[in-house]
Nanobody, 112 residues
Framework: QVQLVESGGGSAQPGGSLRLSCAAS?????????MGWYRQAPGKQRELVAH???????VYADSVKGRFTISRDNLKNTVYLQMNNLQPEDTAIYFC?????WGQGTQVTVSS
């Protein structure tokens, strides 16, 4: 059974940065083709933020392109989301995803 545990959420001011981590257990992420981050804001549907595949190819939502960077560290069995120039509209619960399921989510709040 694959478990995904997110960390690194919190509060930031507009223009600030946070780095989210998704630690996987139960399977090596080097054998998981695609992993990603999604987010869900209050009253809205869950939406894709970014995906990364086993070759390191990335896909980003238009709203985060140029600000967020997804990466994976196979040795640490962890996927990261570096979020720069955060804006209030980035406020949401951020979920780690793989074909084996979802993490529990971590809250990100951006406000002045």
């Amino acid at each position: 059974q694959v478990q995904l545990v997110e960390s690194g959420g919190g509060s930031a001011q507009p223009g600030g940065s946070l780095r989210l981590s998704c630690a996987a257990s139960g399977r090596s992420i080097s054998s998981i083709n695609v992993m990603g981050w999604y987010r869900q804001a209050p009253g809205k549907q869950r939406e894709l933020v970014a995906h990364i595949n086993i070759a390191g190819t990335t896909v980003y939502a238009d709203s985060v392109k140029g600000r967020f960077t997804i990466s994976r560290d196979n040795l640490k069995n962890t996927v990261y989301l570096q979020m720069n120039n955060l804006q209030p509209e980035d406020t949401a619960i951020y979920f780690c995803w793989s074909v084996y399921g979802w993490g529990q989510g971590t809250q990100v709040t951006v406000s002045s």
